[in-house]
């Protein structure tokens, strides 16, 4: 298993256009959740699933903002009419199902938005 | 809100010289505690996950300790090398999600 993947790595658009993340986690792993991170700042929380089923979303996800995790596999993250504050690194990451307490979570590359 | 700060922001240090990153964190009813490094533009990679039980976790010239009751830990780098330059982020984990401070970002010069 080569880890978490993200697509793509770079993705330049212009305001108002939508635009499509895909992350696929490691295979066995049941919880997927994404994160958002603006320069010199540490990711900050959007989403997570386990499984297929979508459990919290972040006040930060607005209404133009919708992720999904179809049969609990990869999982897509798109952005509506996006706005120049849009522009960050989008994170995914993914975890087995935690054992007690304890849950280590594995990073993918990330995708980098950059709104014109 | 849990809130995290790691200080300092910045580290510059010479060659085989110890680091020392510190990280503090306000809510002291967390799962675990995870050290990960960011090399620039990339994605992150989990260094130490320290549990809520423990006091502290190593791996190779990495040694994390955790005070969970004065909401602190601490990541020793020994002798440190060039490649070890990056931006070191600690996030804590309360429920499933985790909670990031900005980062220290350490060049070690050559």
């Known amino acids: 298993d080569t880890g978490v993947s993200q697509n793509p790595r770079h993705k330049i658009t212009k305001r108002g256009q939508n635009v499509t993340f895909r992350c696929d986690p490691i295979?066995?792993?049941?919880?997927l959740y994404w994160y958002r991170q603006t320069l010199g700042q540490g990711p900050e929380f959007l989403t997570y699933?386990?499984?297929?089923?979508?459990?919290?979303k972040s006040r930060l996800l607005s209404d133009r903002f919708s992720a999904e995790r179809p049969k609990g596999s990869f999982s897509t993250l798109e952005i509506q009419r996006t706005e120049q504050g849009d522009s960050a690194m989008y994170l995914c990451a993914s975890s087995k199902l935690p054992v007690g307490s304890y849950n280590e979570q594995f990073f993918g590359p990330g995708t980098r938005l950059t709104v014109l | 809100k849990q809130e995290v700060t790691q200080i300092p922001a910045a580290l510059s240090v010479p060659e085989g010289e110890n680091l020392v990153l510190n990280c503090s964190f306000t809510d002291s009813a967390i799962y675990n505690l995870q050290w990960f490094r960011q090399d620039p533009g990339k994605g992150l990679t989990s260094l130490l996950l320290?549990?809520?039980?423990?006091r502290e976790q190593t791996s190779g010239r990495l040694n994390a300790s955790l005070d969970k009751s004065s909401g602190r830990s601490t990541l020793y780098i020994a002798a440190s090398q060039p490649g070890d330059s990056a931006t070191y982020l600690c996030a804590v984990r309360r429920d499933y999600k985790l909670s990031f401070g900005a980062g220290t970002t350490v060049t070690v010069r050559a």
């Open positions: 699933f386990q499984n297929e089923a979508q459990l919290e």
């Open positions: 320290i549990q809520s039980s423990q």
């Open positions: 295979s066995e792993h049941n919880r």
